[in-house]
Structure formats: structure tokens, C-alpha cells
């Protein structure tokens, strides 16, 4: 069997028998915060606007997507709000036939601006970077003095029913986030939002990642269970997260943990970059170029060849915790989160 068997509206799916459902979209690599596990503090070279998709290209792809079966899309970036107009980008996605799911995941600095303006063009879900609950901390980590303003913008958007539960998501990093636990757990226990802490990835722009840097879940779990009792909550298939509640129903916590304990049997997830590359994992070291056949008139047949060949291609796993691991060429901020 080969990437170009089977009836054209079959669906998307890699030589590992995974059906591929779930689509990243990189909007853009600019980004007004300075995350260490992401960025370098200066020296960022932006992609030129030329080389960036546009509104247009984008819906084109995302709707070649969906009529291979994918159904979830989520917008990043970068920071996917300061893309300019990035609300009419949602409203656009939105009305392709087949996208169940189109949410964003932001570290909510515009989202107190934009909360309406991404409700009224659909979006089902919204996904906040908060990784200190602490002023001073946070600046720290983001290298901006910005806390008040991303907790405004949090209210701002859960002000509307219909995209709950919002997600508030912390990287766990060792000597960092330790004195952070406590303050996310009662953050988690006195809203509605759903807690996640996600482990650090070799993904920085400093590239000062190291495994010892790791804090991992199940090391949060245990800061986490030694104040409240936790219970598991079933796995949904594909789910990045292993989510509990607390023993007495106040809130739920979530771990992503890619780098102690990998989720990629069941990975289901493709990556599309600002500049139009596909990414068949987060640390791919190749990429699919999908921008220049479509700029040099490709049809929509030709595209969705590429699109299975590409994804035919997925790898089984990442290679995080093996030797001579390589990290990707691009960091967090370049690929999309």
C-alpha cells in the first residue's frame, strides 16, 4: 500500500495506521513576548510579510484539510492575535464545511481586546499561555511586565458561555515552576478554567534546553496531591492531556507531558507553519513545502496529493529522550504551538 492508494476522499493518514484528524496553523512567527522556553531575549529575524500565508492562502489549505477528513483546527502563532484582522481569519475558517473544532491558543495580551470579535466569528475554544501567577515571576519568564493585563483578557473571554472550559496552560520548568503549583492548583479550584501544566520541550530560542531542566508532570503531580487529592479522569483518544479533578469537584488539572511519558501511539496532529510548510511532528527535522506549489498554481488535486504523500510520511514517534537526539531546526515560536 502507498500514500496515493485509495478513493480521493478517503481519509488522511500516515503509514503507521494513524488517522490524521487535527490541524496546527501558524498564522504568524511575530510574537510580543519573550517566553525563555521559546524565544531569544533579541535577535529574532521575522519571516519577510511576503513569505507569510495569506487569509486566503490559508482558508485554501485548511479546506483542502477538511475534505481529507480533518476535522480540528487551532490557530497559533507567534501570537496569532497580533496578526493584523485576525478575527476575519476565524470568521473565514469557520464556514468551511467539515471544521467541528477551530479554536486558538494566544497568551492572551490582545485577548481582552479581541474576547468579542473572536466569539462573534466563531471560535469554540481558547487556549491561555499563563506561566506564572506572580507578577514579578511572570515577567521573569515572559520578559514582559504584562500579568494584569493577560488576566483581564482571560475574564474578558470567559465572559462567554459558549467557549468553555478555557484552558490556561503553564510550562513546568525545574526551579521555576515549583513555587508556581500552589497558586495555579487554587486557580483551577476558584474558576472554571482547566489548569495544564506542559513539560519543557527543546524547543527554546536560547537553545539552553536540557533534560535536567524538565520538571515533569508526574513530579507536579505529587506538589499538586500532597495539599489536595487528585482522581484521573478517563483519556479521551488523541488526547495530549491526562486530566484530574480534584477529589472534592473543585477544578481540574491537566498534564501534557511530550518529553517523560510521549503520546505519539496515537498522535493524530499536523502542523502547517506561518511560511507554509507542513510539520508531520513538532520536532520534524523536514518539512513539506506547501506555499510554493500553490503560488505556482497547483490544483486542488495536486495539493492533496502532496498533502497525503506528506502525511504518509509522519514519523511513528519523536526521539526526545533517545542519543543523538536532534532538535529542529526552527524553535517553538517559528513552528507553532
Not at 190 to 195: A, F, G, I, R
Not at 244 to 266: H, K, L, T
Amino acid at each position: 500500500m502507498s500514500s496515493g492508494s485509495g478513493h480521493s476522499d478517503a481519509p488522511l493518514a500516515d503509514a503507521h495506521g494513524r488517522i490524521l484528524t487535527d490541524l496546527r496553523v501558524s498564522v504568524t512567527d511575530r510574537c510580543n513576548f519573550r517566553c525563555r522556553y521559546c524565544m531569544p531575549a533579541e535577535g529574532m529575524e521575522w519571516l519577510d510579510r511576503s513569505d507569510i500565508l495569506s487569509f486566503e492562502e490559508i482558508e485554501r489549505l485548511v479546506r483542502s484539510f477538511a475534505r481529507l477528513g480533518v476535522t480540528d483546527v487551532r490557530l497559533t502563532g507567534g501570537e496569532p492575535l497580533a496578526r493584523r484582522e485576525f478575527p476575519r481569519l476565524v470568521s473565514m475558517l469557520r464556514r468551511i464545511d467539515g471544521i467541528a473544532d477551530l479554536a486558538v491558543t494566544t497568551n492572551g495580551y490582545l485577548l481582552e481586546r479581541d474576547a468579542a470579535a473572536l466569539v462573534d466569528a466563531g471560535i469554540d475554544r481558547v487556549n491561555v499561555s499563563v506561566d506564572s501567577l506572580a507578577r514579578d515571576r511572570f515577567h521573569e519568564i515572559t520578559r514582559r511586565d504584562a500579568l494584569p493585563q493577560v488576566l483581564r483578557g482571560l475574564e474578558a473571554i470567559a465572559a462567554y458561555e459558549r467557549v468553555h472550559p478555557i484552558k490556561v496552560n503553564a510550562v513546568a520548568i525545574r526551579d521555576f515552576t515549583e513555587d508556581e503549583v500552589y497558586r495555579f492548583a487554587e486557580m483551577a479550584r476558584s474558576t472554571d478554567y482547566q489548569v495544564r501544566f506542559i513539560e519543557f520541550m527543546p524547543l527554546d530560542g536560547d537553545r539552553a534546553w536540557e533534560p535536567d531542566a524538565v520538571l515533569t508532570g508526574a513530579e507536579v503531580r505529587e506538589l499538586i496531591e500532597a495539599r489536595y487529592p487528585l482522581e484521573a479522569l478517563p483519556r479521551e483518544p488523541h488526547a495530549t492531556a491526562r486530566v484530574y479533578r480534584f477529589a472534592d469537584g473543585q477544578g481540574e488539572i491537566g498534564f501534557i507531558n511530550p518529553v517523560s511519558e510521549p503520546f505519539c501511539a496515537d498522535c493524530n496532529r499536523l502542523r502547517l507553519t506561518a511560511d507554509g510548510k507542513l510539520r508531520t511532528c513538532l520536532f520534524s527535522i523536514r518539512e513539506t513545502d506547501l506555499r510554493e506549489p500553490m503560488r505556482a498554481g497547483a490544483s486542488d488535486d495536486e495539493l492533496t496529493a502532496i498533502l497525503r504523500d506528506a502525511a504518509w510520511r509522519k514519523e511513528l514517534k519523536h526521539h526526545v529522550n533517545e542519543p543523538g537526539f536532534v532538535a529542529p531546526p526552527r524553535t517553538m515560536s517559528a513552528i507553532g504551538g
